[in-house]
């Protein structure tokens, strides 16, 4: 790493720590807990854009795992909706050769588990617990995306906290719709939303 302390250093919770966001409570992946359940996920068809379909388990575990560039979150609320997002520094990752990162930007990848029983609102709440731990509890100045440009179900989630996207990048694996939200841009999108 090139800078003087890793992504995961600054700005990962430490291990145990439990945040209470937007009724959700987070905390830090650990394999040894989250990862059979994970796998299960990004087995699933429905998980194809994350591209681990066809990787074999030891590969996903590899994956899965946290570096000094990335770290994952899990977050589970009172009624048993769990979720996965994984956070990244873009200067270390592919999508960082597309724009000019900045020293604040933290990438996003969010996976929501498998829907058993719909629950209304249920992803929207999802997406802004996470941009509220990257903005406000972790202070991380900007939220970078590059779903997949097939991915619609993520395009209406992002819009609706703000992530404005700025084109398309031809990615090794996907071409990808590159997008940016500050926590004023998240927090306008909240207004927004309130008083229409």
Not at 128 to 156: F, G, Q
Request: glycine share 8%; hydrophobic share 35%.
């Amino acid at each position: 790493m090139s800078r003087l302390s890793s992504f995961t250093e600054r700005h990962a919770p430490a291990h145990g720590t439990r945040l209470e966001i937007n009724g959700f409570t987070l905390e830090r992946y650990r394999p040894e807990q989250h990862f059979e359940l994970l796998n299960e996920w990004l087995a699933a068809p429905y998980a194809s854009f994350w591209g681990m379909n066809g990787l074999s388990r030891d590969d996903r575990f590899k994956e899965l795992a946290d570096t000094d560039a990335k770290f994952g979150m899990v977050g589970q609320d009172e009624r048993g909706g769990i979720f996965y997002t994984e956070l990244y520094d873009p200067l270390f990752d592919e999508i960082g050769q597309h724009y000019s990162p900045r020293p604040d930007d933290c990438g996003m990848h969010l996976l929501l588990g498998p829907v058993t029983t719909p629950r209304h609102g249920f992803s929207r709440q999802v997406m802004i617990a996470v941009m509220t731990l990257i903005l406000e509890r972790l202070a991380l100045a900007r939220v970078v995306v590059e779903p997949d440009s097939r991915n619609d179900k993520i395009h209406r989630l992002n819009h609706a906290v703000g992530i404005r996207y700025q084109g398309e990048r031809t990615l090794a694996h996907k071409t990808a719709c590159l997008g940016f939200a500050t926590r004023q841009d998240f927090l306008s999108a909240l207004n927004e939303e309130v008083t229409s």
